[in-house]
Nanobody, 123 residues
Framework: VQLQASGGGLVQAGGSLRISCAAS????????MGWFRQAPGKEREFVAT????????DYADSVKGRFTISRDNAKKTVYLQMNSLKPEDTAVYYC?????????????????WGQGTQVTVSS
């Protein structure tokens, strides 16, 4: 599986942005997907995950209620809708695929990673 993240950019605090991750390969629907982020000087941290069917999602406490993860298996794409953005959301956002039905918040449990897309939130 190859992953290509896109849609990042510069947005003002309080604004919204949707980032996408397009996957190649025929087995996308059998992978759980996750979004992680990494700010300068910090470790990569979990943002959100979604099960293979889209029926189960989980979020980091810092984004719960503001971010929504979704997927379209027909389009082989996973999305992260980000609302009420804060300057502390500034980071490179990475999508990842896990060869199981259900995702997790542990980066090392993911098998494939995209190249990342920069999200910058100005105050």
């Amino acid at each position: 599986v190859q992953l290509q993240a896109s849609g990042g950019g510069l947005v003002q605090a309080g604004g919204s942005l949707r980032i996408s991750c397009a996957a190649s390969g025929r087995t996308f629907s059998s992978y759980a997907m996750g979004w992680f982020r990494q700010a300068p000087g910090k470790e990569r941290e979990f943002v959100a995950t979604i099960s293979w069917s889209g029926g189960i999602t989980d979020y980091a406490d810092s984004v719960k209620g503001r971010f929504t993860i979704s997927r379209d298996n027909a389009k082989k794409t996973v999305y992260l809708q980000m609302n009420s953005l804060k300057p502390e959301d500034t980071a490179v956002y990475y999508c990842a695929a896990k060869r199981t039905a259900y995702g997790s918040g542990v980066p090392n449990e993911y098998d494939y990673w995209g190249q990342g897309t920069q999200v910058t939130v100005s105050s």
